[in-house]
């Protein structure tokens, strides 16, 4: 093994031992900036019990969602399509369950799909 492979290697095995266990994409909380509204965890009430179609609609709304209408509810799982936080038309999956976005997929932008 060359010197400049083991020096290497040492030195991603450094970054690892520092990171303290943590993946580099693992999220510690509340991600800050643009993508805080996907992350935020759900604002719950008194009653938690099962998220409706208007519930889900309603939390969308509070994280910055605009033009937010229910597609269908499939099982224990809400589709939603929304124009996001920075304009993008998604489609949001959220658990019915917890209030959680579950998934996320970009159609469009504003007014118009892809």
Sequence with gaps: MSTRRIASLALVW??????????FGQAMGASPGPFAPYD???ARGA???QVDGEGAAR???????????VVRRRGPTIILEANGPRGERVQVVVDSN?????????????DQRY
């Design 14 to 23: 450094l970054f690892a031992a520092a990171s303290g266990g943590t993946a």
């Design 40 to 42: 935020a965890p759900p």
């Design 47 to 49: 009653a938690a019990g």
């Design 59 to 69: 939390m969308l709304r509070g994280r910055g969602f605009t033009n937010v209408s």
């Design 98 to 110: 917890s209030g959680a976005i579950s998934g996320m997929k970009v159609i469009g932008y504003g």
